[in-house]
């Protein structure tokens, strides 16, 4: 088991007014599965996504992660945590714009604590193809590079879990296919990935849909 959620709440309050996001959802994930999680907009997925992987707290329940309550750790304690065991991938790919490839991949040893290599992350670019963009800024590269590139930074920490919130909503079918395919990659080397989508695309590489409305898993 990578991931189990219990009991898992999630209230907004905005304007005197309380906005159920999740709503006693359970849920178990196993190692080396790729599970899409689906839905209308507004529907929740994100804000399940955000809470399994430790960024968004939730109401109440509970939420292990290879067998550990994130949320019964210190702040310092789950950003370590998250660090070593999990990778993000967003849609919006979080590059800093006046730093060149190398140099934002550079930033896991500062933000994450990592100790990340010049020639770790130069065999991983490789991989992914980006290694002639290393010295480029995120404004000289497509939007296929930049996810990938948002990718390689996830991969560089060698997590065991990838989550993934709409990884190819800003991509080409071309592009959209690659980084799926990468993710592929990861799960059949023993990873385990969650990735939100409104779209098809990657239900060929699921082993899993998990449908979410209203806040509920409703299949």
């Known amino acids: 088991m990578i991931v189990e959620a219990k009991g898992l709440v999630k209230i907004f309050k905005s304007g005197g007014r309380q906005v159920t996001a999740l709503d006693n959802i359970d849920l178990r994930i196993d190692q080396g599965e790729f599970v899409l999680i689906k839905g209308p907009s507004g529907c929740g997925k994100s804000t399940l996504l955000f809470s399994l992987g430790g960024l968004l707290k939730p109401t109440?329940?509970?939420v292990r992660i290879l067998n550990k309550d994130i949320y019964a750790l210190s702040e310092n304690q789950r950003l370590k945590f998250?660090?070593?065991e999990i990778g993000f991938v967003f849609q919006s790919y979080y590059l800093v714009p006046y730093l060149n490839v190398m140099e934002n991949f550079m930033l896991l040893n500062k933000v994450n604590g990592a100790r990340v290599t010049k020639d770790d992350m130069s065999r991983i670019a490789k991989r992914l193809h980006l290694e002639h963009r290393l010295d480029h800024k995120p404004s000289e590269m497509s939007v296929g590079e930049k996810q990938?590139?948002?990718?390689a930074r996830a991969l560089a920490l060698k997590p065991k879990l990838?989550?993934?919130d709409e990884p190819t909503g800003n991509l080409d079918p071309e592009n959209a296919e690659e980084v799926l395919r990468y993710l592929e990659e990861f799960r059949k080397d023993g990873g385990t990935v969650v990735m939100v989508t409104h779209g098809s695309d990657a239900d060929k590489y699921a082993t899993r849909n998990i449908k979410v409305d209203s806040g509920?898993?409703?299949d």
């Open 82 to 84: 998250r660090s070593q």
């Open 60 to 62: 109440s329940g509970a």
């Open 148 to 151: 990938r590139a948002s990718l």
């Open 216 to 218: 509920n898993i409703i």
């Open 162 to 164: 990838i989550l993934a």
